[in-house]
């Protein structure tokens, strides 16, 4: 019941950027970074470094930064995981997002060729339909059960919430692949498709096969050198 009464009257606000970013190796790193005004740090209550909010992810393997003070009295939090082949960027985003969150479906697919390779990253960003998916409340079972046995309509709970949280809450997603980066602003209600895809060269490969192609070469016409009769004298 503090959470709910905290959220209605204190007007909270977070700041949230989550950021794909793709290797040319096939590899890279999932970035959440929040910026949380004095009210929605009060509201979580125990340091966000050694919370509850935190620990499943810590488990997970994510590395999450120290908290870094804001002017208003809020804070900044930065949580971090790497990735090391394609089909691990969907496990770690879940693992942020959570069974039912606002990013599912993703995934990275990579094609190489002798010189080029191509990158491809697809999803749906979907923070629910209308003001409650800001609430968290479909992305957390277990909460209507605990409001009950506590005595309290989660029902009346969510709708009381509904309007405040769609004004402080604040996400944006980036997706950067190799040679191109795209962002959305997610707003309830209005699911986007997320298709990002860039193709580069690979330019040491051309490189090692130029060098490959002339080193060849001159080894051929050394070859065919040593091979000519010596002329009679």
């Not at 990013?103 to 339909?129: E, I, K, M, N």
């Not at 996400?171 to 950067?176: E, I, P, S, Y």
Request: hydrophobic letters at 40%; charged letters at 20%.
């Amino acid at each position: 019941m503090a959470l709910a009464v905290a959220l209605m009257m204190g007007g909270c606000r977070v700041d949230g950027t989550v950021e794909a970013k793709v290797h040319e190796s096939g590899g890279g790193t999932v970035t959440a970074r929040f910026s949380l005004d004095r009210e929605a740090l009060a509201v979580l209550g125990a340091p966000l470094s050694d919370g509850a909010q935190t620990s499943d992810l810590r488990r997970a393997g994510w590395t999450i930064s120290p908290v870094r003070p804001a002017k208003d009295g809020g804070a900044e939090v930065e949580l971090s995981k790497s990735f090391h082949r394609p089909g691990d960027l969907a496990v770690v985003i879940g693992e942020l997002a959570g069974p039912r969150g606002p990013l599912r479906g993703f995934r990275l697919d990579r094609h190489r060729s002798l010189l080029r390779a191509t990158y491809r990253v697809r999803g749906t960003a979907d923070l629910g339909p209308g003001d409650a998916a800001a609430t968290g409340f479909a992305n957390s079972p277990d909460l209507p059960a605990r409001l009950r046995d506590a005595g309290i309509d989660p029902g009346r709970v969510a709708q009381l919430l509904e309007g405040r949280a769609v004004e402080g809450l604040h996400v944006r997603l980036v997706v950067g692949v190799p040679g191109h980066t795209r962002s959305w602003t997610l707003q309830p209600g209005a699911p986007q498709a997320v298709d990002v895809a860039a193709s580069v060269t690979g330019w040491g490969r051309v490189v090692l096969l130029a060098v490959a192609l002339l080193g060849g070469a001159t080894v051929a016409r050394r070859l065919r050198r040593a091979r000519r009769p010596l002329t009679q004298t």
